[in-house]
């Protein structure tokens, strides 16, 4: 079924096919209409290239180094141990979630591989196989909500009061409570 709309031309109430925007009457109108948006979308992503670099730059460069501990951090990220690493836990755990897998649910194709206590609290288990579970977008994003609340990861100081959680299903659990 063909989609309409209304002419752009003020006090007009054709009704216009789409992909046009002015009636029969006004059609003249179109071609200037069509280049003033091109213009516009022109000018507009130029400017959120723009944005988007600067804030690209910031979060590199600043956020991540904002000290010594969160650059070493981004570096062991970026180390040929950590591919080696991740893609053996990958493999290790068939790339299925296994916090969704706690709960009794398969999730494939997981490519995310996530620290279990995580390393802004405890940085000794950072290369630790034992710490290191597959995860799924969702529950990644449940979790590191979770991490900031139980841990304050994300803070100056992370809460030291805490005890170190390294079972999947308990932290499955703590997350559903949350």
């Not at 997981?110 to 977008?137: F, G």
């Amino acid at each position: 079924m063909p989609r309409y709309r209304r002419c752009r031309q003020p006090g007009c109430h054709a009704m216009v096919k789409y992909p046009n925007h002015y009636c029969t009457k006004h059609f003249e109108h179109e071609a200037e209409y069509l280049a003033s948006r091109q213009r516009w979308a022109r000018k507009h992503t130029e400017q959120y290239q723009h944005h988007e670099q600067h804030y690209n730059h910031h979060y590199n460069v600043v956020t991540r180094n904002r000290n010594e501990e969160r650059s070493d951090q981004y570096k062991f990220y970026r180390s040929k141990q950590w591919v080696d690493l991740r893609q053996s836990v990958l493999d290790r755990d068939h790339y299925l979630c296994q916090y969704c897998k706690a709960c009794g649910k398969l999730t494939p194709n997981a490519k995310t591989v996530d620290h279990i206590v995580p390393i802004a609290y405890d940085s000794k288990l950072k290369a630790s196989k034992d710490n290191l579970a597959t995860i799924c977008r969702e529950c990644h994003r449940l979790k590191t909500q979770w991490e900031q609340s139980y841990y304050f990861v994300h803070r100056d100081e992370p809460n030291t009061k805490v005890v170190e959680i390294h079972d999947v299903n308990i932290v499955k659990d703590m997350i559903r409570k949350q």
